[in-house]
């Protein structure tokens, strides 16, 4: 997530998005600020991602309890940097007791720093994260029923924004084609028909031109609707 991505190594030099990604490919070995961060951070090849590590590092390495260790997790869940910035002396004058480097201490309140701008609970983060492989899949291979649910729950302006991607698959509204919803029509191939219930002006009319249709001509268009509707 953004808030951890562009916090920098101890090296001051590699964002941590960085090196996670030369992590997981196999390009470098998991390296931890202190020895005692292993333990928490070996899952995430030593970067700190969860707000759940962040709780267990306050823990471990400043020997907060669990209570306040929370306290301050939910501060940086609701990113209120003021009352964060507020504990860093006491977390800087913990860890040199602790026998921690200045480098170590520092790189440890960047982390914590980047954290509070932006980072996701572990439940939260695999939900983000099984959600967008769903829809990707479903988007890949059912591209046709993918495109008729997103414009089927968009609003004109969503639609306007998806139509650069879907336009080419869609039909214009047609008194005898469209529905009061989007749906699927098998031609010479696929097309997503244009609901009435989305024509401006149309909304309130658009079940009386259903339940009608279809209609041979103009004439009969005119005779059968209710023109009060």
Known sequence: RPGTM????????????????DRKNGKSEATYLHPSMEEILSPTLGIIIYQEQIMALFQKCCGFSGERADRIRELIGKKKSDEIDAILPEIRDILLIREWTHSQ??????FLKAAAKYSFNLSHSCAYAYTGYVCQYLKTHYPMEWWTSVLQNS?????KENARFCKDLVICPDINRSDLEFYIISESNEKIVYPLGMVKGVKNAGTEIVRNKPFTSLGDFYSRINKTV
């Open 6 to 21: 562009y916090a920098m190594m101890e090296d001051g030099k590699t964002t941590l998005i960085d090196a996670w990604k």
């Open 105 to 110: 201490i520092e790189s440890f309140i960047s």
């Open 155 to 159: 609003n004109l302006k969503d639609i």
